[in-house]
């Protein structure tokens, strides 16, 4: 029996180490909960929400369920295991991290379901400065950590087309009740919702192992599909998260620039040293101003784009 459990829980080195991170991650995040509860105020004018922290745990619950037993899990060529690994552990870990800081940080204004307290205040110093719902982001960066450590297609899908709209469905039902609160509204115009953005060496940091994944997708990887799917989404997530404004539109123009390379790389073969380019842009960007953060310096937004879209306007006008 004992032995059935032991190549249950740990059939290789990486299964093993997931199974391992997860339980000690989840429980910690688990353990801040429990904190939470203890420490919440009851006082104040409650509103009920179906989005609750048991909903959010029993779907944690459901998802590890997909993630141990590796229903959904995509098999992935060697060289892209220890990078999924890697990105997945760094992404969660940092995840379970920050949403335990942003629960210290918010400290007697944590409520399970929403309330509003008298005098309540907003909190807006610590993570709260860099987002308005740190705690709710940050478990969707956990949950995506997660399923990257153990490439788990299924769990994805259940992060972004379930866990998603609940925290968000959430976060703005608290938006509703707070923009009562005084200073609140002011505050919501000028920090993002949900993903908390990072601090300049935070920024750094971040910036500098996107690079480190990238030269390893290029070059031990050959830009395989699984590799370039993970790429994507680091930028993805860059272009919400980083420091400066044109670092974010430069990261986000690349979000759609990988696939096109990828996929017009099969047809025409020198597309394909398009990715080192791309990837001797990032590293003089972290330096200087790269052509794209110059492009958002001046104009402030894309001419590409806008030229794309005339196009686009004028052929639908002749059909």
């Not at 105020?41 to 909903?55: D, F, I, L, M, N």
């Not at 080192?276 to 101003?289: I, S, W």
């Not at 894309?302 to 006008?317: I, Q």
């Amino acid at each position: 029996m004992r032995e059935k459990a032991l190549a249950f829980w740990f059939p290789d080195v990486w299964q093993g180490g997931a199974n391992l991170f997860l339980f000690l991650s989840a429980s910690a995040i688990l353990i801040g909960v429990a904190v939470s509860f203890l420490e919440a105020e009851s006082s104040g004018r409650k509103r009920r929400c179906p989005v609750s922290t048991a909903t959010m745990i029993a779907f944690f619950f459901f998802s590890a369920g997909f993630l141990v037993s590796r229903r959904g899990a995509a098999p992935l060529p060697p060289p892209d295991k220890p990078l999924f690994f890697l990105s997945g552990l760094l992404l969660a870990a940092w995840g379970a991290v920050e949403n335990i800081r942003a629960r210290i940080q918010l400290g007697r204004f944590w409520s399970d379901h929403i309330v509003i307290r008298d005098a309540h205040q907003a909190v807006t110093s610590g993570l709260y400065a860099r987002a308005r719902h740190p705690m709710y982001g940050t478990l969707v960066l956990y949950g995506l950590g997660l399923c990257l450590l153990y490439a788990n297609l299924a769990g994805a899908a259940l992060v972004a087309g379930v866990f998603l709209p609940m925290v968000l469905w959430r976060a703005r039902a608290e938006e509703t009740e707070l923009s009562g609160v005084k200073g609140y509204p002011e505050y919501a115009k000028s920090v993002p919702m949900l993903l908390p953005r990072f601090s300049p060496l935070g920024d750094k940091v971040f910036r500098s192992l996107g690079l480190l994944a990238f030269a390893w997708a290029l070059f031990a990887c050959r830009m395989s599909l699984p590799s370039l799917l993970l790429l994507t989404l680091f930028h993805f997530l860059s272009a919400f998260m980083l420091f400066e404004a044109k670092v974010r539109f430069a990261y986000g123009n690349r979000v759609l620039l990988l696939p096109a390379l990828f996929a017009g790389s099969w047809f025409v073969p020198p597309l394909a040293y398009g990715f080192h380019l791309l990837l001797a842009l990032a590293l003089y960007g972290m330096f200087f101003n790269c052509p794209c953060m110059a492009v958002y310096e001046k104009y402030g937004r894309c001419p590409c784009w806008d030229a794309l879209g005339k196009v686009f306007k004028c052929s639908c006008a002749r059909s």
